[in-house]
Nanobody, 118 residues
Framework: QVQLVESGGGLVQAGGSLRLSCAASGSIASINNMGWYRQAPGKQRELVASITSGGITNYADSVKGRFTISRGNAANTLYLQMSSLKPTDTAVYYC????????????WGQGTQVTVSS
């Protein structure tokens, strides 16, 4: 079972930027669809960005134009570049392999906290 470790979160002012990293214990290069999710307090976890093995990306409307998902050169890394951050982006961010609209392949990691102050 692949384990996922997210990092790169922190406290940032509105308008700032952060780059999140996801390190998998095994290769994710062949996994068709990888995604970044987030869960804000009191809310359900939501998918904010995804990338296929061929590099096709999709974004939630709330982050489109501000976030960029990418796969690292190493076969086990995933990134999320976040810019023009808003207080509404405050959440714990997770990565995972997407199985379907509601299912993921791996167990969830611990996530990384992103807090955006106004």
């Amino acid at each position: 079972q692949v384990q996922l470790v997210e990092s790169g979160g922190g406290l940032v002012q509105a308008g700032g930027s952060l780059r999140l990293s996801c390190a998998a214990s095994g290769s994710i290069a062949s996994i068709n669809n990888m995604g970044w999710y987030r869960q804000a307090p009191g809310k359900q976890r939501e998918l904010v960005a995804s990338i296929t093995s061929g590099g096709i990306t999709n974004y939630a409307d709330s982050v489109k134009g501000r976030f960029t998902i990418s796969r690292g050169n190493a076969a086990n890394t995933l990134y999320l570049q976040m810019s023009s951050l808003k207080p509404t982006d405050t959440a714990v961010y997770y990565c995972n392999a997407i199985l379907s609209r509601t299912l993921v392949i791996f167990s969830w990691g611990q996530g990384t906290q992103v807090t955006v102050s106004s």
